[in-house]
């Protein structure tokens, strides 16, 4: 079975296997600032990483649409259960711009780069424990013009920023946004830039 939940103008189908932000009012924020810092321009090339049951991807190609963009959009989740419902999802909000690869993000990224493709934003929202550096080493191969970190982890989130700073990407945007009331965590979104940007 499955429960059914509405972000940001879209359906979601969660099953029990698949995470989901269960604070809808400030998810809605902080994807919307987000999708701010993505900055989706016509004929853009994302990637969703640690994408889950799609929320990220499918909220940008969902806003790409209404805006007129014709943006490619691929979500990358490990975890197959929460790929299906990422599936369905796009499915059940009539999305064809966006697909959906069960792979390791890191690894997927990297044969990207291999074959000299390109991606013009990342979105990454890992999990607590943050992303690892064949993960980090991956986005500065691929060499994205924006990279949107969403933390849950302001330790790990700073021990990344760190990485990408020192390989010359530079953090111009931060905004937290409190989705956890009572306790010391939050979520924080992140804009990075290249170092070289093709814009």
């Known amino acids: 079975g499955y429960i059914e939940d509405e972000l940001c103008g879209c359906r979601f189908c969660i099953s029990s296997k698949s995470f989901y932000q269960v604070n809808s009012a400030?998810?809605?924020?902080?994807?919307?600032?987000?999708?701010?810092?993505?900055?989706l321009k016509d004929g853009d090339t994302v990637i969703d990483a640690y994408c889950g049951i799609g929320t990220i991807?499918?909220?940008?190609?969902?806003?790409?649409?209404?805006?007129?963009?014709?943006?490619?959009?691929?979500?990358?989740e490990l975890n197959?259960?929460?790929?299906?419902?990422?599936?369905?999802?796009?499915?059940?909000?009539k999305l064809d711009n966006i697909r959906f690869t069960c792979a390791d993000a890191g690894d997927f990224m990297t044969e990207l780069a291999a074959r000299r493709e390109r991606a013009d934003v990342v979105f990454m929202d890992p999990p607590?424990?943050?992303s690892d550096e064949k993960f980090l080493s991956s986005?500065?191969?691929?060499?994205?013009?924006?990279?949107?970190?969403?933390?849950?982890?302001?330790?790990?989130?700073?021990?990344?920023?760190?990485?990408?700073t020192r390989h010359g990407y530079q953090a111009v945007k931060i905004q937290p946004?409190?989705?956890?009331?009572?306790?010391?965590h939050i979520e924080t979104c992140l804009l990075y830039t290249s170092p070289s940007p093709r814009d």
């Open 80 to 93: 197959a259960s929460a790929v299906k419902d990422a599936i369905g999802n796009a499915a059940l909000n």
């Open 26 to 39: 400030q998810t809605e924020i902080l994807y919307n600032k987000a999708m701010e810092f993505a900055n």
């Open 139 to 164: 986005v500065i191969k691929l060499g994205p013009k924006r990279v949107v970190y969403v933390s849950c982890n302001p330790e790990t989130l700073a021990r990344d920023l760190k990485y990408l």
């Open 128 to 130: 607590r424990a943050g």
């Open 177 to 184: 946004v409190d989705n956890f009331p009572f306790c010391d």
């Open 57 to 76: 991807g499918i909220t940008a190609a969902m806003n790409a649409r209404k805006a007129g963009r014709s943006c490619r959009i691929t979500g990358v």
